[in-house]
């Protein structure tokens, strides 16, 4: 899906913002997408390499289904090479070891619908890796999953063609994007840019999918004022009502030696989040300091209280204060 034939046996893949063109014999940046005698494959259609169960707040969403269980499938590659990937060993897979065949269980649509349907759960989460470089078979199970009542969650990079996310958005029920930085951030550690991303963060919500923002702080990286604040107002400016996530950095691939960026940092960027006038900000990563909470924003009133991914607590009902009867923003009941 998503390519087109050019000149000299080439294809231009249009799935991501790298907008690769692909000679005969060779693969995309993702290492995932080839040109086999001028026709574009996917190699890791039903090629499943993880699949779990996970609670819908380790995505992370919190104003989506919460409390709710998520079957979590993903394929190796990535349109990506950040250096703290906490999931390189699959998602730089096909990269840094080309010669190897493309490995993973061999699953259909139908099977991991089942599997959903079976595990009772109420999404299905393309995650874990990039789910636009899998989009063939994401979206064969999206469109199967919705007809069986089950929704649909990207856990994404953001960085896709607007093509590609209106393919998808009306199986779509969720998408949890990741706004890194700004594009110098991109530019050195993801080797992408920063405006593609926010492109589909606009696009997504214009398309009625629910969306949440999550920005992984990286002590010396990401953390400064200005960065913090820019990414901010943009998710405001979009609309205050996103949940923004804050999260915890700690050392993983080529990071190894940098720390893990203090809580103090986590409950700063929480605080120019809501000074941006963002409603709902979140902590990452850090369970039990409670920067999990959400509150009201027009009565301030506890209304959710969760540690890690659990809720131990929840004192809306339908998504509304149980105190000032002002409706929450998400999406709180299950089909
Ligand atoms: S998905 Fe992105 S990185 Fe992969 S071939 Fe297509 S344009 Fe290139």
Redesign the pocket.
């Given at each position: 899906m998503?390519?087109e034939k050019l000149e000299g046996g080439k294809v231009g893949?249009?799935?991501?913002?790298?907008?690769?063109v692909?000679k005969p014999g060779r693969?995309?940046?993702?290492?995932?997408?080839e040109n086999i005698d001028g026709t574009?494959y996917s190699l890791v259609y039903g090629r499943i390499i993880s699949v779990n169960i996970d609670p819908i707040e380790k995505k992370p969403l919190f104003h989506f289904l919460p409390g709710s269980r998520s079957l979590s499938i993903a394929t190796v590659?990535c349109?990506f090479r950040c250096e703290y990937c906490q999931n390189y060993e699959i998602s730089q897979f096909p990269r840094e070891r080309p010669a190897v065949a493309i490995p993973g269980e061999e699953l259909t649509p139908q099977a991991v619908v089942d599997m959903a349907v079976r595990g009772e759960c109420e999404s299905i989460s393309y995650t874990y890796t990039e789910p636009?470089?899998f989009?063939e078979f994401a979206y064969d199970c999206a469109r199967l999953a919705h007809e069986k009542g089950v929704s649909n969650v990207f856990v994404s990079n953001g960085?896709m063609?607007p093509e590609s996310a209106r393919l998808i958005a009306p199986y779509l029920d969720a998408n949890n994007i990741d706004l890194k930085g700004d594009n110098e951030f991109y530019k050195k550690i993801c080797h992408a840019k920063v405006e593609p991303v926010k492109e589909t963060i606009k696009l997504m919500k214009e398309l009625g999918v629910w969306v949440e923002v999550t920005t992984l702080i990286i002590p010396g990286y990401n953390d400064s004022e200005g960065i913090l604040k820019d990414i901010a107002d943009f998710i405001a400016s979009v609309d205050p009502s996103i949940p923004w996530h804050v999260t915890q950095f700690y050392p993983a691939y080529k990071l190894l030696d940098k720390p893990r960026t203090p809580v103090e940092t986590l409950r700063w960027a929480r605080e120019l989040g809501f000074q941006a006038g963002l409603k709902y900000v979140y902590e990452g990563n850090v369970p039990g300091e409670g920067g999990e909470n959400t509150y009201c924003p027009s009565c301030k009133e506890l209304l959710v209280r969760r540690i890690g991914f659990s809720i131990v607590e929840n004192r809306m009902r339908n998504g509304v204060c149980f105190k000032c009867g002002v409706h929450q923003a998400g999406r709180w009941e299950y089909q």
């Open positions: 998503l390519y893949c249009l799935l991501c913002a790298h907008r690769c692909i693969r995309g940046i993702c290492a995932v997408r574009l590659g349109n636009t470089i989009f960085f063609t």
